[in-house]
T-cell receptor, first 110, second 114 residues
Framework: DAKTTQPNSMESNEEEPVHLPCNHS???????IHWYRQLPSQGPEYVIH???SNVNNRMASLAIAEDRKSSTLILHRATLRDAAVYYC???????????FGAGTRLTVKP | DGGITQSPKYLFRKEGQNVTLSCEQN?????MYWYRQDPGQGLRLIYY???????QKGDIAEGYSVSREKKESFPLTVTSAQKNPTAFYLC?????????????FGDGTRLSIL
């Protein structure tokens, strides 16, 4: 099954953009790229997903490399409430399972 | 509002005891999942079910059992065979097996050993 690699932790200043990278060099043609975030003692929250094209929603933007071997979650203006663990996951529609890695812990400094 | 309800929020188990964690969803989702999360770690898949009366083992199914008798319910039993059950357990669901469907999560059950 395809796996993802993310940095263990990142820091950002409040009000500045944040770029969270994810490598997925073994991605298959049918895998969707999903991002979730998790606050302490809560379940993960869906952020965004994409297949080939870049995606935008009210929470974030997702930039997908042309070869799809990597992607970047972009928070345009980080707030203190964005401090969380961010997970990048590949979703295989044929297997219908989702496997989470350790994610990236984002710290936002005021 | 539609969502996923996990109960109880906190659960304590005695040695040699089986306990069952509840997960109910009113989102009319076909697929449901159980994950385990240890402190400072990511989520690990225990079991998942794509449809009623069908389920598959995930990466760490040993010591756990599930049932899917109703579409809206996917209870997880932590058996006495699970020697290290202390963890945060999360239930999730998706509308169907399509890859573009996001997962919806409950608020979790924290299980501890007495």
């Amino acid at each position: 099954d395809a796996k993802t690699t993310q940095p263990n932790s990142m820091e950002s200043n409040e009000e500045e953009p944040v770029h969270l990278p994810c490598n997925h060099s073994t991605i298959s043609g049918t895998d969707y790229i999903h991002w979730y975030r998790q606050l302490p003692s809560q379940g993960p929250e869906y952020v965004i997903h994409g297949l080939t094209s870049n995606v935008n929603n009210r929470m974030a933007s997702l930039a997908i490399a042309e070869d799809r071997k990597s992607s970047t979650l972009i928070l345009h203006r980080a707030t203190l409430r964005d401090a969380a663990v961010y997970y990048c996951i590949l979703r295989d529609p044929l297997l219908n399972d989702m496997r989470f890695g350790a994610g990236t812990r984002l710290t936002v400094k005021p | 509002d539609g969502g996923i309800t996990q109960s109880p929020k906190y659960l304590f188990r005695k040695e040699g005891q089986n306990v069952t964690l509840s997960c109910e969803q009113n989102l009319n989702h076909d697929a449901m999942y159980w994950y385990r999360q240890d402190p400072g770690q990511g989520l690990r898949l225990i079991y998942y079910s794509q449809i009623v009366n069908d389920f598959q083992k995930g990466d760490i199914a040993e010591g756990y059992s599930v049932s899917r008798e109703k579409k809206e319910s996917f209870p997880l039993t932590v058996t006495s065979a699970q020697k290290n059950p202390t963890a945060f357990y999360l239930c999730a669901s998706t509308k169907d097996r399509a890859g573009n469907q996001p997962q919806h999560f409950g608020d979790g059950t924290r299980l501890s050993i007495l």
